[in-house]
């Protein structure tokens, strides 16, 4: 079973940028597309973005997808996800998430426990 952390989140002025990372541990990293999500205080958790287990195809938000970068380095067993021009709405802890190739592979099932992203206008 996969085991995932987050890393990287802070405190950052608008237009900002930040590279979140998310260490994966447990299981084999290329067997899983993985995902971020983030949450929002007050709103439910939500997508915002996704990448296939070799990083062949990739998909967003539409309202991250000019600003936000998802990659993953397989041999490092890590998943980042870059976020430039950071703005006050992106506040929010941000999780990663797996899933799994073999079994849910469209469903992510195992989280980690999130890191802040706090941006001040």
């Known amino acids: 079973q996969v085991k995932l952390v987050e890393s990287g989140g802070g405190l950052v002025q608008a237009g900002g940028s930040l590279r979140l990372s998310c260490a994966a541990s447990g299981g084999t990293f290329s067997l899983y597309n993985m995902g971020w999500f983030r949450q929002a205080p007050g709103k439910e958790r939500a997508f915002v973005a996704g990448i296939t287990w070799n990083g062949g195809n990739t998909h967003y938000a539409d309202s991250v997808k000019d600003r936000f970068t998802i990659s993953r380095d397989n041999a490092k067993n890590t998943l980042y996800l870059q976020i430039d021009s950071l703005k006050p709405e992106d506040t929010a802890v941000y999780y990663c998430?797996?899933?799994?190739?073999?079994?849910?592979?469209?469903?992510?099932?195992?989280w980690g426990s999130g890191t802040q992203v706090t941006v001040s206008s």
């Open positions: 998430a797996a899933a799994a190739l073999a079994t849910t592979p469209t469903l992510y099932n195992y």
